[in-house]
């Protein structure tokens, strides 16, 4: 699975926007726990939230459901937010090791200022200049619940990539009877580059000094509510 160069990520960034009405966003990323028999002498290391043994799919995707980044190997008693915060993604993005284009403004932004690609993730991951999630319930306001709305929309990309790949290889929907974690992990990645496959034969096109990150996300959903960036029907749908 190959880095995406500079140009691919802007012309995910443009499929994002076309798509799922998000500008400057590159990827929507999140976790998923593949189940598993419990490895011999593991204890509860795998045991997760949901009372099953698994080892946690850390994956990106692309605005069609092509997984641009896989890591996997993760313990299922581990939270996506910690899980991320130790892994390798999180250390190649933060240090520039993935060819992400520098800022550019937003489509239709006004003032012109250059905003960062970023990539879109919930609730469980942590919020910084290129990983945008929604704000708090508590929170909220209709500037707010707009913003969240949005995000939803290129969020759900991940998540019909985990769905189009476990109805592919049923093998993910586990539990895979595999006793040794490095096979385990062969498989998973196997299944996720032949989803990517799979996805490109049958055809992929969907139809239809920087800022403090708090700053940052406060920026994109005031851009939503402009005239020239908002969808008619977001009102309808985020505001009580």
């Not at 960034?13 to 966003?25: D, G, H, I, Q, V």
């Not at 992400?100 to 910084?128: H, K, Q, R, W």
């Not at 991940?158 to 592919?168: L, N, P, Q, T, V």
Request: aromatic residues 14%; contains cysteine.
């Amino acid at each position: 699975m190959p880095i995406p160069s500079t140009e691919q990520w802007k012309a995910i960034a443009k499929r994002f926007e076309t798509l799922w009405n998000l500008p400057n966003c590159i990827g929507t990323i999140d976790g998923k726990h593949v189940r598993i028999e419990k490895f011999p002498n593991s204890g509860s290391s795998n045991f997760n939230y949901k009372s099953y043994h698994s080892i946690v799919l850390m994956a990106c995707c692309d605005a069609d459901g092509l997984f641009t980044m896989i890591e996997t190997g993760f313990p299922g008693r581990n939270s996506d937010g910690g899980i991320f915060s130790a892994s390798a993604m999180k250390y190649w993005i933060q240090n520039a090791g993935l060819n992400i284009p520098p800022p550019s403004p937003l489509t239709y932004d006004e003032n012109g200022s250059p905003f960062p690609y970023y990539f879109v993730a919930d609730e469980a991951f942590p919020l910084s200049k290129y990983l945008m999630r929604p704000y708090p319930q508590r929170i909220l306001d209709n500037v707010k619940r707009i913003c969240n709305y949005r995000f939803s929309r290129g969020r759900k990309t991940i998540e019909c990539s985990f769905g189009m790949a476990c109805e592919k290889f049923a093998v993910l929907n586990g539990p895979i009877r595999i006793r040794d974690s490095d096979n385990v992990n062969l498989v998973i990645k196997a299944a996720s580059i032949l989803h990517n496959y799979v996805r490109k034969k049958e055809g992929l096109q969907y139809t239809s000094t920087y800022p403090t990150s708090s700053a940052l996300r406060y920026y994109l959903a005031n851009y939503f509510l402009t005239p020239q960036a908002s969808l008619p029907w977001q009102w309808k749908y985020a505001i009580n």
